[in-house]
């Protein structure tokens, strides 16, 4: 066994800054306070509800994750965030109709409470929005002094001993990275200039790497993973993770397509088509932002099949990702898939998905981890891409040498183990080394 690694204590408060209080942010806000007042479970949550096994099967030993590394406390979580519109978290919630009003009315005072702040927002990135909550500045260096100023005065006026922050807001257009994405210094410039290829989710990300906050990328869009980016969080001691949440279709994606590649089951087509009615899914109306989707959706199946290992296999599939507007089914979303297989002498099967799912149900919990996670590992000094915090993304940021690794149950695999590396715990590798020794 290793020496665990020095992490300091989770002591104080932790503020858990949003830019973007929507659906998801005020979903998982609303999930944590009532959780802490045992009003509601937080199903879900790996951070509050997981187990992890130590040693051998034989030695009995599985302690919560919670109790094993040292995580936040529900109780010492304060709120806060960014977002274009005025409502306050209650409004917002209301607004986004995930949650029943008899949720929402046990936590009212605490959710009116939580008001956010004024928006960095360049509406050439999400075309679909209008910002009522803006900030005034035009600069871009400037704006991410006022996003600085903004994390400064949250934590002073909420006593908090540090911040981590976890992007819920819209998805921006897809866009290549630039020459002002390739170092901090070319990054620094083009804030000053206010480069068009500077979005509005790169100046919280800077803003919060400077004031030492930890960023986690909600969105599939170019945040946080380009060079000056991971130079800054480096530089800082700061962790950085995305992108796009893993929720619904690609949650189902990444479950399934590891075993039929396990059983070496072949795949001709994949199908996949949703229809959703949230303001997310009014944002993604816009072929521009679709784009930024659509690229870290397609993504998952290739890394997980290795066409390029098995030609017979997966060399041919044909993969497809549609998203539908669709006002009436408001954040409940259904995602249906179409998988054509085949097998043993090449007969061909299928298998049919049909998901009736709550978007922002399903991202919540996620929202919760990450920030407790990326806490966990700013303490532990643990700085620039977590990699091992792919479980939760589409798209995992990763080393620019390395592939991601999409399949979630190495996903799993890798981020316990990283928990038991971290308390000095050997990792468990299911070679069944318990008969042997
Ligand atoms: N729900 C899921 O299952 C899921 C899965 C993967 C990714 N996501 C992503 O999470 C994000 C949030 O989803 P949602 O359903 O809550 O959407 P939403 O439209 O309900 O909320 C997004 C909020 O972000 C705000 N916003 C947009 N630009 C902003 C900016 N520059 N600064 C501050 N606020 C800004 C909007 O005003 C809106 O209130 C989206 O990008 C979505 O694609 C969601």
Redesign the pocket.
């Known amino acids: 066994m290793q020496k665990p690694i020095d992490i300091k204590p989770a002591t104080g408060k932790l503020g858990i800054l949003l ?7 005020t979903t998982f806000i609303a999930g944590c306070l009532l959780a802490r007042r045992g009003l509601a479970q937080p199903f879900g949550s790996l951070t509050q509800m997981g187990t992890i096994r130590l040693g051998k099967r034989t030695d009995a030993k599985t302690p919560l994750i919670k109790d094993f590394v040292p995580l936040a406390k529900l109780d010492d979580l304060v709120f806060g965030g ?4 005025h409502d306050d978290a209650y409004e ?1 919630a209301r607004t ?1 109709e995930v949650l029943t009003r008899d949720h929402l009315d046990q936590i009212k005072d605490e959710l009116e409470a939580i008001k956010p702040m004024p ?3 360049f509406p050439e ?2 075309k679909r ?1 209008r910002g009522e909550n803006v900030k005034p500045q035009t600069n871009k260096m400037e704006l991410a002094e006022a996003v600085r100023e903004d994390i400064r005065r949250f934590k002073a006026d909420n006593g908090l001993d540090r911040c981590v922050a976890v ?5 921006e257009v897809y866009r290549e990275p630039t020459h002002v994405h390739e170092s901090l210094a070319a990054f620094e410039q083009g804030l000053r200039d206010s480069d068009p290829a500077i979005s ?2 790169q100046v ?1 990300a800077y803003a919060c790497l400077k004031e030492q906050v930890g960023y986690a990328n ?3 869009h170019l945040t946080n993973e380009f060079p000056a980016m991971v130079e800054l969080a480096k530089k800082a001691g700061v962790p950085v993770s995305g992108k ?5 279709q690609t949650l189902m994606k990444t479950i399934l397509a590891p075993g039929l590649r396990a059983r070496l089951l072949g795949i001709r087509g994949w199908f996949s088509t949703n229809i959703l009615g ?3 899914g ?3 109306d816009d072929p521009d932002s679709f784009k930024s ?1 659509e690229v870290s959706k397609l993504g998952v199946l290739e890394t997980i099949l290795q066409p390029h290992l098995h030609k017979e296999l997966y060399g041919d599939m044909y993969h497809k990702v549609r998203i539908n507007y669709y006002p009436p089914r408001g ?1 409940q979303k259904e995602g249906w898939d179409n998988i054509d297989i085949f097998g043993w002498l090449g007969y061909p099967m299928q298998i049919k998905i049909d998901f009736l799912c709550r ?2 149900i ?2 919540a919990p996620l929202v919760l981890d990450l920030a407790l996670f990326m806490d966990l590992a700013q303490r532990a000094k643990m700085s620039g891409i977590q990699e091992w915090l792919s479980f939760y993304f ?1 798209a995992p940021i990763t080393a620019p040498e390395l592939y991601p690794e999409n399949n979630l149950f190495v996903q799993m695999v890798k981020l316990k183990n990283t928990l038991r590396w971290m308390m000095g715990e050997s990792p468990i590798t299911h070679l069944g080394t318990e008969y042997y020794d």
């Open positions: 830019p973007g209080m929507g659906a998801v942010g960014w977002d274009l519109f917002a986004a928006a960095v927002f990135f999400v929005l992007w819920c807001g819209s998805t509005p989710s919280y909600g969105a599939p796009d949440f893993k929720t619904g949230n303001r997310d009014e944002v993604l989707k954040d978007d922002s399903l991202a589409k």
